[in-house]
């Protein structure tokens, strides 16, 4: 074997020895990946790429700012109906509430 074809072999095995210890991600007890813990949808980030945005791969700083003020939910509406029944049934304000940004 000459040594070229050694090098390529020991560059190989150098990648995969470390491509393996990199390999740290939690396992349940049936093998798949471990997704237990804490989770929150604090975002106005939307799961699918909305298509009025197919072509465009970022917000100008007063875009987001924009976007940002278009989706605020303000979950305290009880102002507008004090005394009533949605009085008490909206009860929560936005203290409770993690909107995300």
Not at 14 to 22: I, T
Not at 90 to 100: K, M
Request: hydrophobic share 40%; charged share 25%.
């Amino acid at each position: 074997m000459n040594a070229r074809c050694k090098s390529v072999l020991i560059v190989l095995a150098a990648a995969a020895v470390s491509a393996a210890a990199q390999d740290k991600v939690p396992r349940a007890a049936d093998g798949h990946p471990d997704l237990s813990g804490i989770w929150t949808n604090a975002s106005i980030t939307p799961f699918e790429r909305p298509r009025e945005l197919s072509g465009k791969e970022f917000y100008t700083e007063q875009e987001a700012v924009a976007y940002e003020r278009s989706h605020q939910r303000d979950v305290d509406k009880r102002d507008q109906i004090k005394g009533t029944n949605a009085d008490v049934a909206l009860a929560y304000n936005n203290a409770w509430w993690d909107p995300g940004t």
